[in-house]
């Protein structure tokens, strides 16, 4: 029999699955647990899952990857409408609410699980995303924080996002008073589209 996550428990959207509609922006920013709870809700944001991704271990557990060594970060997938968020929408989330300057690690979260990344589908959002960390880079230079160190990365049809063990698929839904380590720099984000490398193309649509 085919193993079928459950489905989303806010949202009741099946989690390993994209309606031709949506795309998919991957991040990760620190522990998921906070990290989900921040995009499932959101308008026009279909599902969210949480796993891992970034590594070079086939099917990694939670274990596996809290060693430090297999090369994934802790990341959130959000599956969305672009008629109704954009991805620079998306990114000023992200940015607002982690610190993208901590390197390999998220206030007490330490290791190379817990780093800043952005995963994008197509070529058109890792550009959004490339010109948006720029964007705040200059922002928080200007407050005195080191450089950022978020890493973007384009598609690549090698990469795999490993879904997570039901335990952690929207945990803080399941356990209210659970773990939060998201804490963000002070620092809005404040995009536009015009802040990002290139505009938008879920605006034309």
Not at 61 to 74: F, L, N, P, S
Not at 91 to 119: A, E, K
Not at 128 to 152: N, Y
């Amino acid at each position: 029999m085919t193993y079928r996550p459950a489905p989303h428990v806010v949202l009741g959207t099946r989690i390993d699955d994209a309606p031709a509609s949506c795309r998919i922006l991957d991040v990760a920013m620190g522990c998921f647990w906070g990290a989900e709870r921040a995009f499932w809700t959101l308008p026009g944001v279909y599902c969210t899952a949480v796993g891992y991704e970034g590594g070079h271990l086939a099917n990694p557990t939670y274990r596996d990857v809290c060693r430090g060594d297999t090369g994934h970060a802790e990341t959130v997938r959000i599956v969305f409408d672009p008629a109704q968020i954009t991805t620079t929408e998306l990114l000023q989330v992200f940015f607002d609410n982690h610190d993208p300057t901590q390197g390999l690690r998220q206030g007490n979260d330490v290791g190379p699980q817990y780093r800043s990344m952005i995963f994008a589908s197509t070529e058109a959002d890792a550009a959004t995303a490339s010109g948006a960390r720029e964007r705040f880079a200059q922002a928080l230079a200007a407050r005195g924080f080191p450089a950022v160190t978020t890493e973007v990365c384009g598609p690549d049809p090698n990469r795999t996002f490993w879904l997570a063990e039901d335990d952690h698929q929207q945990y803080l839904a399941k356990n209210p008073l659970g773990y939060c380590g998201l804490r963000g720099t002070g620092v809005s984000c404040a995009l536009s589209e015009r802040d990002a490398n290139i505009p938008d193309p879920s605006r034309d649509r």
